[in-house]
T-cell receptor
Framework: GQNIDQPTEMTATEGAIVQINCTYQ??????LFWYQQHAGEAPTFLSY??LDGLEEKGRFSSFLSRSKGYSYLLLKELQMKDSASYLC??????????WGAGTKLIIKP | ETGVTQTPRHLVMGMTNKKSLKCEQH?????MYWYKQSAKKPLELMFV???????ENNSVPSRFSPECPNSSHLFLHLHTLQPEDSALYLC???????????????FGPGTRLTVT
């Protein structure tokens, strides 16, 4: 079966760096997405990786290793507004999105 | 504002009621989706319409019935629901996926449904 694994919850300190990992097993691969979802709001798109390597976008970076079925989202210079759930999703061989359960990130002052 | 709107934002209904959720996208996309989001669970894809053609999802109970009259509008008709159907129902839209292109999904704010 298809599966996405990511930690349920993480805690970090304002101003610090945090890495949220995602491992996946899917039938085929056509890209990996990270979304941010604040409580009570819609998920919003953060990043897309389809080739191995690091994609940087401001304070957020996303890494992909297709051979290892592994990705991470790196958040730098954490701010209180980064407190949210972070969803990892993989587009499989049929171009369907398979979603992880999300990682709730708690930022402490 | 993500360009995808949903109404109503909150809905409380009894198990014998019939109601409909509405979604509208203003982004010119050609694919629309209904998702169910329950606490601590992955997003569950319920239905997909791509180029106004429905992609069947046999695991969704028949008490949920989608309708897509055109590429901008999507409805989810609800009847004789169960308490376990209480959840956040999210609508999303995108361009039809293609190799190498992100064509990420844009989500509406969701309808918080409570079945009593």
């Amino acid at each position: 079966g298809q599966n996405i694994d990511q930690p349920t919850e993480m805690t970090a300190t304002e101003g610090a760096i945090v890495q949220i990992n995602c491992t996946y097993q899917t039938s085929g691969f056509n890209g990996l997405f990270w979304y941010q979802q604040h409580a009570g709001e819609a998920p919003t798109f953060l990043s897309y990786n389809v080739l191995d390597g690091l994609e940087e976008k401001g304070r957020f970076s996303s890494f992909l290793s297709r051979s290892k079925g592994y990705s991470y989202l790196l958040l730098k210079e954490l701010q209180m507004k980064d407190s949210a759930s972070y969803l990892c999703a993989v587009r499989d061989g049929n171009y369907q999105l398979i979603w992880g359960a999300g990682t709730k990130l708690i930022i402490k002052p | 504002e993500t360009g995808v709107t949903q109404t109503p934002r909150h809905l409380v209904m009894g198990m014998t009621n019939k109601k409909s959720l509405k979604c509208e996208q203003h982004l010119g996309h050609n694919a629309m989706y209904w998702y169910k989001q329950s606490a601590k669970k992955p997003l569950e894809l319920m239905f997909v319409y791509s180029l106004e053609e429905r992609v069947e999802n046999n695991s969704v109970p028949s008490r949920f019935s989608p309708e897509c009259p055109n590429s901008s509008h999507l409805f989810l008709h609800l009847h004789t629901l169960q308490p376990e159907d209480s959840a956040l129902y999210l609508c999303a839209s995108s361009q039809t996926a293609a190799a190498g292109e992100a064509y990420e999904q844009y989500f509406g704010p969701g309808t918080r449904l409570t079945v009593t």
